[in-house]
Nanobody, 132 residues
Framework: QVQLVESGGGLVQAGGSLRLSCTAS????????MGWFRQPPGKEREFVAT???????????EYVDSVKGRFTISRDNAKNAVYLQMNSLKPEDTAVYYC??????????????????????WGQGIQVTVSS
């Protein structure tokens, strides 16, 4: 029932930047865990980044090691949107990128969702291609 739509993908040269956007339908966006996954050609879908409502109404963020320092996840709850700013892109970042949301089941604490099974809604995916 929650619909997610990604935008902002494309082709860039290595070292360049892109910002992916994901807009969500429905209510209670601010309390949902949101994530980004990617699926490189011929590989399994893998975790990239997540943000969730944690301790003291703080929004936590976590990343896969390979993108730390290069990618930043953020959200604008007023717009029901989550973003992935990708800098210093590398050819190995080439993949279809998917926006994901959980079912708003009350995620709290320091645990973060990095398994695709922990998310309930998915966008259609958007291609990011990084040329060398």
């Amino acid at each position: 029932q929650v619909q997610l739509v990604e935008s902002g993908g494309g082709l860039v040269q290595a070292g360049g930047s892109l910002r992916l956007s994901c807009t969500a339908s429905g209510r209670t966006f601010s309390s949902r865990t949101m994530g980004w996954f990617r699926q490189p050609p011929g590989k399994e879908r893998e975790f990239v980044a997540t943000t969730w409502w944690g301790y003291g109404s703080i929004y936590y963020a976590e990343y896969v090691d390979s993108v730390k320092g290069r990618f930043t996840i953020s959200r604008d709850n007023a717009k029901n949107a989550v973003y992935l700013q990708m800098n210093s892109l590398k050819p190995e970042d080439t993949a279809v990128y998917y926006c994901a949301a959980d079912a708003d089941r009350g995620h709290s604490g320091t645990y973060y969702y990095r398994l695709k099974e922990e998310y309930d809604y998915w966008g259609q995916g958007i291609q990011v291609t990084v040329s060398s």
